[in-house]
């Protein structure tokens, strides 16, 4: 028990530390993890000899990770992707596989040993891709859609190759590879008896002829279709009768673990079948609960996956010829790059669309493990061949989230090297000159021409500035934070400048400008949080709105008026907060240090909790006025 408490406590240790700061530093979780495991493993030693064990079982997290994912995609939207995962999943299977084969043949290699190592290393890492495209919100455009369809068809490969791989087997070195890697080795006796209570099942299914196997496979696939179409709602109402939270996380974790274990019977991939499953709960009323109950547990396996695959790293065998591995490294991801960059150029991927697409896949997978050592079992490769691609598959995953900082500075030199169309001409003159038509803007528009104000907008969204023309709302195209459009638009003599631009840093230029330009001219500024009203304070904006705040306001208002104060009452006190707390604000500005935290600036604390308190008999004072004797009441 100690020793499990001990090792525990280094995974999560590690975990809490890493983690955080890859995040914060940009590098994204998935490195976090990994660097946290070559620490435990190659580094420390510091792992024990449960880690082969445990990442049997954190290999769960890809399959409830395509469950949550099968969750969010409606049947119809999967059927709109059957082109892609038929032709550009397929298609980079067999271009990736033949690319290795040729390559590795010509090499030298045995073509049965090039054969295999072209089908195992034509697939990516599922878990890394999706949960980096996650985090950094990508899975939703083009590029993202078709990393994942290729995925998807790569998860379905898994199947004929672990089928093909048997008729590749070399006699020379089958029994050295087996003696090699423990196939005798005891068997726990736990896990023995666990396999004992399946294994008649298993005999009587693997004892089938083809086609009555494949009649079990599909009808499998169909059961698992119709029950959670039909069954899951009976099911879960049940569940919730029982008003148990407990409950609701027993039965989804027993659909997804339930769903895997049919599908490991039949000889299919437990991740398919969940994915499967998730797609026919996907219009359910209880999806969200489901996601909810799931997403923990698939982070928390899918962090100590990555973990066991940096543990797993052999930092001596790699000392013993770094550059080869390297190398080797290299070769197979710049093959597998150009093959999917062939691949989306076929399927009109564009600009930063089709670099995320190849830099993403790019690498070997986790379903590699499992198959180097199947391939090892049945005599494809010999010990020092599987044992080098394994830290081939291992190294390109440990490379893959500084691809994904490769793209983005790709997209970021993508997007600015765009030509963007010419600005507009500015035709009008108008009293109040508005930078920036998004949400806020829109509505101080709107508000400013119903009032019979004549208004000029420049924005640099053309689409925006189209949607408004549809309307009969006039606006111009080119971007505020250039001065020079700036002046164009009317800035010498407009009397109101509203800048209402989302960059919080070309918001913070526009004011400095127009406050050097104009030094008469009534700024009105929108500001995200404190530290940017701040900032534009000592800008030279002279009213700034944060953008949260007046609506706020107005729901506590609502608040007051649902716990027995009038609308008068209610009306006042929010007033009066709003009036003090705007004054706060600007005293609190004077004491503002750009660059220094607020928590370090001494005379900001003092400042700011003597204003609290005077907030706080203001408020109390107010109340007494609107309802005498309320104080006293409050205080008994």
Known sequence: MEGFLFQASLYLGAAVLLVPLAVRLGLGSVLGYLAAGILLGPIFGLAGAETQDLQHVAEFGVVMMLFLIGLELEPRILWDMRQKLIGMGGAQVLLTSAALFLLLWLTGHDPRVSLSLGLILSLSSTAIVLQTLSEKNLARGAGGRSAFSVLLTQDIAVIPILAILPLLTLPDVSAYSAELIGITNPVDKSAAHAESAVEPLLTVIQSLPDWAATLLTLATVAGIVVAGHFLSRPLFRFVHASRLPEMSTFVSLLIVIGIAFLMTLVGLSPALGTFVAGVVLANSEFRHQIEADIRPFKGLLLGLFFMTVGIGIDLHAFARAPFTVIGLTLVLMLVKAAVLFGLAAVFDLRGKDRFLFCLSLAQGGEFGFVMVSFARGEGILSLATGQTV???????????????????????????????PDPDEVTEKGRVLIAGIGRFGQVVNRLARSAGLTTVVLDSDMAAIETMRRFGVKGFFGDPSRPELLEAAGLADCEVLVVTVDDRDNALSIVRHARRTRPDLHIIARARDRT???????????????????????????????????????????????????????????????GQPVHLNEDYIARARQLDRDLETALIEELEQVRPGSHVEAAE
């Open 390 to 420: 394994l830290l081939v598959i291992s190294l390109s995953m440990l490379l893959t989230p500084l691809l994904f900082l490769l793209y983005d500075l790709l997209a970021r030199q993508l997007a600015q090297a765009q030509a963007m």
């Open 532 to 594: 940017h009203v701040y900032e534009m304070y000592q800008a030279g904006a002279d009213d700034i709105v944060r953008e949260t705040f007046d609506s706020s306001v107005r729901a506590g208002r609502y608040v007051l008026e649902n716990m027995g104060f009038t609308e008068y009452e209610a009306a006042q006190l929010s007033q009066t907060y709003w009036r003090l707390d705007r004054a706060a604000m600007r005293d609190l500005a004077k004491l503002w240090v750009p």
